[in-house]
């Protein structure tokens, strides 16, 4: 195996071992070519009748939710609120650092678009400012246990002001009060009612449909068609409290997730968590107060990223100019990056986070 530490080396044909940086910068080589793009299909394949494909993941699913708006749900990371259950559900999920203290320990913000086939979601935590306005890239309507001060000036904008707090169900799970917080049956349809929020997309949608580019339904994105592609078998995140890997596995050809040294397996079905789609997103954040509390630097202008699909990376970059906005991401051609057709895991890291970033290659 091939383990590149300490920064992300890119160099065509060649891999550095053990390099430094001490501005904590990936090291990415000048590419010998332009890397390729991929061709669309010149015939879209068809779809079946009643179904379309989703702006969440590209596959397909059924055309009466077509304009239902996703929920964007805070689910702890804690070591005590495992096993989590439905996050093999979820469409898109997102892992940050949650506080500056406790070792920087991660929550995770899992979205669904079909939410109403969940059984069991949680155990739900507190928002920060970064959940917000990430949920409001999807109009989707955040599910969370309260939060700082700091959340309710996002809140009380228009395009955010959507959410369920401290609303559902508890779960009588042995565990303290906090960790008991879950999305069950019902729960969802009675907030939707009872606060008279429209399950259908708002006026503060997005006006392009999809949030990300997807392949074809018949075809598949192969990175290693691309000159700055590296193998990336796995990825130890510098996520110190929690251990978060993402392991390659060949058999489904999508990355496992692990947590504090083990599998992270649903509390349900044993399943465990895998991804189809890797982005990691290198983004600074800015400290409120002692007390640890924090909201990452989500805009950006050709920021730098990886994407990883397939056991291979490549460096991408990313786009945010105002908060309503999404996130674009783009091939460094300057294309738009094209996805493969499934759920996608986005890691949000810190600059001075990247020496501990570890890329495991083949």
Known sequence: MKKLRKCLAFVFFLFIFGCSNEDAQPNIAVMVSPSPTPTPSPTPTPLPEGMYRSELTGELISEDIKNQRP????VDNEKTSLPHFGLNEAD???????STWNSYVTRLLAIYKDWDQIEMVGSIRSARPTHVLIAGEYNAVLCHDGGPVYIYDYLNQSAFKDHFSATFSRVDNGKAYEFTEYILPGDLDK???DYKVSKEYTEYKQERNNHFVFVDLDEKLD????NNAQSALEVQLPFYHNGSTLKYNASTDSYDYYVYGEKHLDG???E????TNVIIQICDYHSYDSGGYMIYDVLGHNEEAYYLTGGKLIPITWIKDEEEVMTRYFFESGKELTLNNGNTYIALVPPDFLNDLVIVGG
């Open 268 to 270: 349900d079905t044993s």
């Open 272 to 275: 465990i968590l895998s991804f």
């Open 92 to 98: 898109i999920v997102y892992e940050m650092v949650n």
């Open 223 to 226: 990175l290693s068609a691309y």
């Open 191 to 193: 907030n939707f009612k």
């Open 71 to 74: 929920i964007a749900v805070v």
